[in-house]
């Protein structure tokens, strides 16, 4: 959702600010998340845009918890093959500097990445 939501937004944001946001996706599951199939997804429409894949890591303490078949049967989605990823959802946003400066939560609306997101890009200009 993130994704989507960011890529939608600076489809509309002017391409003085757009061009210069690059975001990069982070799997947490890199058996699914495949640099074939991460190229379909909405973040491809943009230039802004990169995926990394690889092995299963411990990040920010929490690893990602890979679903049973018991939570598939439960929540009706069992399909044979397939499995749930439970994650957290968040977006690290960075400065032109470098410097990490928010944590986004999952549940960001596109009003607040279009707000937030030209201000990020142009945050040297601010003086902080």
Avoid at 27 to 55: F, I, L, M, N, W
Avoid at 70 to 78: A, T
Wanted: aromatic letters at 8%; proline letters at 8%; glycine letters at 8%.
């Amino acid at each position: 959702m993130h994704v989507a939501n960011i890529a939608a937004v600076l489809h509309n944001l002017p391409p003085t600010v757009s061009q210069r946001v690059r975001m990069v996706f982070v799997t947490t599951d890199p058996e699914r998340d495949t640099p074939r199939c991460c190229a379909g997804s909405s973040t491809s429409s943009t230039r802004a845009s990169s995926a990394s894949t690889g092995t299963p890591t411990r990040s920010w303490r929490r690893r990602p918890r890979r679903g049973s078949r018991r939570d598939e049967e439960v929540l009706g989605q069992h399909k044979p093959g397939e499995y749930l990823i439970g994650h957290a959802a968040f977006v690290f946003a960075y400065t032109p500097d470098g410097m990490g400066r928010f944590l986004y939560p999952f549940g960001i609306r596109q009003a607040d990445w279009a707000h937030d997101i030209p201000r990020l890009v142009d945050w040297e200009k601010r003086g902080s």
